[in-house]
Structures are given as structure tokens and as C-alpha cells.
């Protein structure tokens, strides 16, 4: 048996609906043309039972002229008018979602996708219901010191101390969750900080993540890298604000 056959089959502890894909790959796009069609290509090469789930946050680079050009039928578009921020991007693309598990692939080339055939492999499973990529577990990853590595290290490090879990990289981008998960959850973020506030949101649920190595290969600022320092500050203050807020 192949390894995505077995993959595609319902663990015993929890038997899947076939109505749906096995797999939701979540990808919010503000101007990527120069990579977000080889990411797309990579994500549907993956041996799994997925859709992709695609939010266009208000390209204006031609973006959008390559993703209407896409015409797989398990890749579904669906576009924003104005830039609107990540986690609204995030917020639409899990409410058009039809996957039993839920992943978030950013639209660079950062990340590798294949990778998602062991990461959802604890959920399929029965073994847990999230599952985070580290980034920080693989020593074969180059993670200098930096401004992002330092954020990225508090981050988790203040998870870790206000919510008892011991995270090694809270701010991956690497994000799987079944979709039990988060049914009534109340999103509020618009940006960068969709990363703390379901991180806070399924330890406060009581949920286990589980965390396994990826690799990682981190774009800067010139190559397009959007995040910043005012992202930091607003993921501190999702946490904490998370930590006392129902």
C-alpha cells in the first residue's frame, strides 16, 4: 500500500466523512506573482485527498491574472476587493473550507509542501487533532539570529508561559487542525496575528499540538518578506489579551 492510500483511509478512533476532501490547504495571496504559482503546482502534486483554498487579499502585481488561469477543479479562488490583512484572508478561506483537516501554506516559497503528507499523518491517525511544523526541531534548517528569529523566540516563549504548553516555534506558518477544532470559534484578527490568536484559542479548548520538524527557508525583506516589528507587538498583545478573554 502506498503511502497516500493509507493516508486516504479514516483512522479507527475516528472515522472520516468521504463526502469530503481529507485535506484543505489554506493559502492567503497578497502579491506574489513571481511564486505563487509554483507554490500552488508543489501543493497539488502532494499524494493526498486536498483542495486548495485560495483568498486573494487585493493583489495588484498580476497575481490575480495567474490564478484565473488555474483551471483544476480542486483549486478554488476566491478574491477580496481591498487588502484587508492575512487574517481575514485566513477568516474567509476557513469559512469556504470543505477538508476534514485544515492547512495554512503561505504563498512564497519558505515551506516545503510536501511535508503535509507526515504532518497530518498523527490526525489521520487518531493521534491528536493539531499539529504545528517546527521550524526549530530540523538543525538542518538555517535559522540565524535575526529580528524575525527574536520575535519568533518570544512569541513562543510567552505562549509557553501563559498558556502551560511547551511550543517550539509558535509563529510557523505550519499550522494543521481538524476541523472539530475550531467549529464555533470566533476569529477576530485581520493581519499577522491569525498565528497567536488560533494558537491561544486551541490551547484554551484544551487541545494537545503536536509538533514536528519541517524544513525552512526564510525569504527577506527584498525577496518580499511582509511581516515586521509592529506585527510582534500586536502577537504579544493577542496573547495576552486571549490569556483573560472567553
Not at 33 to 39: D, P, S, Y
Not at 157 to 182: A, W
Not at 195 to 224: F, M, N, Q
Not at 225 to 245: E, M, P
Request: with cysteine; glycine share 6%; hydrophobic share 40%.
Amino acid at each position: 500500500m502506498s503511502v497516500s492510500d493509507e493516508l486516504r483511509r479514516p483512522p479507527v478512533s475516528a472515522p472520516r466523512d468521504t463526502a469530503r476532501p481529507l485535506l484543505s490547504v489554506l493559502i492567503p495571496v497578497f502579491n506574489e506573482r513571481a511564486t505563487v504559482r509554483e507554490v500552488i503546482d508543489r501543493v497539488l502534486n502532494v499524494p493526498l485527498d486536498l483542495e486548495v483554498v485560495i483568498v486573494d487579499d487585493g493583489s495588484t502585481d498580476g497575481t490575480r491574472d495567474i490564478l484565473a488561469a488555474i483551471e483544476d477543479p480542486r483549486v478554488h479562488v476566491h478574491l477580496h476587493e481591498r487588502n484587508q490583512g492575512k487574517g481575514m484572508a485566513m477568516r474567509t478561506a476557513i469559512e469556504h473550507a470543505q477538508g476534514e483537516v485544515m492547512a495554512v501554506q503561505d504563498a512564497d516559497l519558505e515551506y516545503r509542501p510536501e511535508e503535509f503528507v507526515d504532518l497530518i499523518k498523527p490526525i489521520v491517525d487518531g493521534k491528536t487533532k493539531v499539529v504545528f511544523g517546527s521550524r526549530c526541531l530540523n538543525p538542518d534548517n538555517n535559522m540565524k539570529f535575526d529580528r524575525f528569529r527574536f520575535g519568533s523566540l518570544v512569541l513562543t516563549k510567552l505562549t509557553n508561559v501563559l498558556y502551560g504548553s511547551k511550543l517550539t516555534d509558535e509563529p510557523t506558518c505550519y499550522k494543521l487542525f481538524h476541523r472539530d477544532t475550531i467549529e464555533g470559534m470566533k476569529l477576530d484578527c485581520t493581519g499577522f496575528e491569525f498565528c497567536p490568536e488560533i494558537t491561544a484559542k486551541l490551547l484554551k479548548r484544551g487541545y494537545d499540538i503536536v509538533e514536528l520538524p519541517i524544513s525552512y527557508r526564510g525569504r527577506t525583506v527584498a525577496e518580499g518578506k511582509k511581516i515586521n516589528w509592529k506585527d510582534g507587538v500586536i502577537g504579544i498583545w493577542t496573547l495576552l489579551k486571549y490569556r483573560v478573554r472567553n
